[in-house]
Each structure stands twice: as structure tokens, then as C-alpha cells.
């Protein structure tokens, strides 16, 4: 198997040697370094790198946070947020704004291979489930009986193809109102 390629945003030239030097060490590809976000988004799309470590401190200075979500980007690839040890941050924040992980910079090898995989897995599992779904929602609007599948409050979550033409509603209107 080929080995990751990484894309480190970070605006402190020397905190960005810490992981840069430890993934090189670990086996890891570095594809590039940005220190801003329209060089971050100009790599991203050239490079296409396999995962993202971003200072936590630059998620709100016009980089996608969520590099990994399709909806809000055009990549799809995990982030990993870092943390200066010295820096005063709510670490439940970030946790929360962290969907695939972060680390404590700086760090041990071995906490940045711990990070980098559980990242890459986790996107993987996300991956395979928006698979699973597209086929699951692709084979329900093929169905010819009228299905219509709500949540726990009786919310329509999905109405297939057939639903629709016997209520007379498209999806759209459908979705979140009460059944």
C-alpha cells in the first residue's frame, strides 16, 4: 500500500517542523506546507493529499474546517487538527470541531501515527457508509411500492419515487415534516 500523502497547514514555520519531521520519519509523504488559506486550498486541489494536519488556531481564517465534509467542499479527505501544548484552547471546542481527531503538538512519533491512522480509518468507515447509502436510497427509489421511511419523532426522513407519485409530493417537500 502507498503511502499517505499529508498536507500540513500551519502559519508558524518552525511548529510546523515538529509533525512534518515525525510523518517523513514515520514513513509518511509530506506533499506540502501552507501557511495560509489559499495556498491550503491551491495544494489541496492540485495534490489531492490523503489527509490534512491543520493548526487548530487557523480554523477560522477562511479554511473549509471541514475539508472532509462533502457537502461544504470539494475534498473530501480528513483533518486532523493540532494543538499547541502552550495554547489556550478549549480542547471540548475543538474536539468538537475535530470530527477526525487531533493532537497535542509538540508530540511523539507515535501519537502522530496513532492520529494519522485512526483519521484515515474513520474517513474510510465514512466513506463506506455514504456508499451504502447512496445504493441503499438508490435501490428504495426503484422500488414500485411506496415507501416512506421517518425518524423517531415521525419526521419523513425518505419518500421513494413511487411515495411521491401517490401523495402527490416531491421528496423536498416532504423531508422533516411531520408524517
Known sequence: MESPQILIIEDDADI???????????????????????EAIAI????????????????????????????????????VLLIGAGDDVNIQHVARHATHGYLIIPSQPRELRAAIQVALYKANLEQRLRSSERWFTDTLRCVTDGIIAVDTDGHISFINLAA????????????????
Open 16 to 38: 510546523a517542523r515538529d509533525p512534518c519531521g515525525h510523518a517523513e520519519g514515520l514513513g509518511y509523504s509530506v506533499c506540502g506546507i501552507a501557511d495560509n488559506a489559499a
Open 164 to 179: 411521491e407519485r401517490i401523495l402527490g409530493v416531491e421528496m423536498e417537500l416532504a423531508q422533516n415534516r411531520k408524517i
Open 44 to 79: 489541496a486541489k492540485r495534490l489531492s493529499p490523503n489527509i490534512v494536519l491543520m493548526d487548530s488556531r487557523m480554523e477560522h481564517a477562511e479554511i473549509p474546517l471541514s475539508l472532509s465534509e462533502p457537502l461544504e467542499s470539494p475534498f473530501l479527505m480528513p483533518v
